[in-house]
């Protein structure tokens, strides 16, 4: 039996607005697409990876930034918006990765819970391979991949109907400045951190990229098609 096919597209830095609207065309595709009777090796979904173009603060179902903090933030040059993903406020910005996982969980054998152990694993594989042996997932409400307290990975997702959207964003290099400005994740008394940060050194988001795609073939048991591939 074949493995199912994720299908990988990949921006540069891209306003999060377009990752968004990108992720809603797949979003729309998916629920359209017939169900977890699909053929063997059919499609599953597909992995939207980018780096933000500028700084932009997000929160989630449960909330995390009054109107008075969301104009704050605008203030300091940030675009502020509301998501569907679960978890409270963060921050995304140039120097980190993002990855939106759409994907048909009925296609890869996986339930929620399966699925976002999935991610911190990738991001787990990850550091390992930069030579930080130290990163770990913990348990909630810690969602994530951590060194020590701080948090180098953050993790929000949303499931409706089997179809996961949203996913990680993973500090490279990213401005920590900008985290200073909230309470990230809700979580008082820890800390971010980046791989730049961690490694005394610059890393970038084109860096970490093809380890990142090896350890997501692999925890996932999917192969990676590219975007302009044919169906």
Request: hydrophobic share 40%; proline share 7%; aromatic share 4%.
């Amino acid at each position: 039996m074949r493995p199912p096919a994720v299908r990988l597209v990949r921006r540069s830095r891209v306003p999060y607005a377009e990752l968004l609207a990108l992720q809603e065309r797949w979003l729309r595709r998916l629920q359209a697409a017939p169900g977890p009777e699909a053929p063997s090796g059919a499609e599953a979904g597909a992995l939207l990876l980018c780096e933000p173009a500028g700084p932009v603060y997000t929160s989630g179902l449960r909330g995390g930034l009054t109107p008075e903090e969301m104009a704050r933030l605008r203030a300091l040059g940030a675009e502020v918006r509301a998501t569907g993903r679960g978890g409270l406020a963060t921050f995304h910005g140039p120097g980190q990765l993002l990855c939106h996982p759409v994907l048909d969980l009925r296609r890869l054998g996986l339930l929620l819970r399966t699925h976002v152990a999935a991610l911190e694993a990738c991001a787990v594989r990850l550091c390992e391979s930069q030579g930080l042996q130290g990163a770990r997932a913990r348990a909630p409400p810690y969602t994530g991949v951590w060194l020590g307290e701080r948090k180098v990975c953050a993790i929000g997702v949303r499931c409706g109907r089997h179809i996961t959207s949203h996913g990680l964003a993973l500090n490279c290099s990213t401005d920590l400045g900008w985290f200073e400005h909230i309470v990230p994740c809700g979580l008082v008394g820890t800390g971010v951190t980046s791989l730049s940060e961690e490694l005394r050194r610059h890393v970038t988001v084109d860096e970490v990229i093809p380890p990142f795609l090896q350890a997501f073939k692999e925890t996932y048991k999917c192969t990676l098609i590219s975007e302009d591939s044919p169906n």
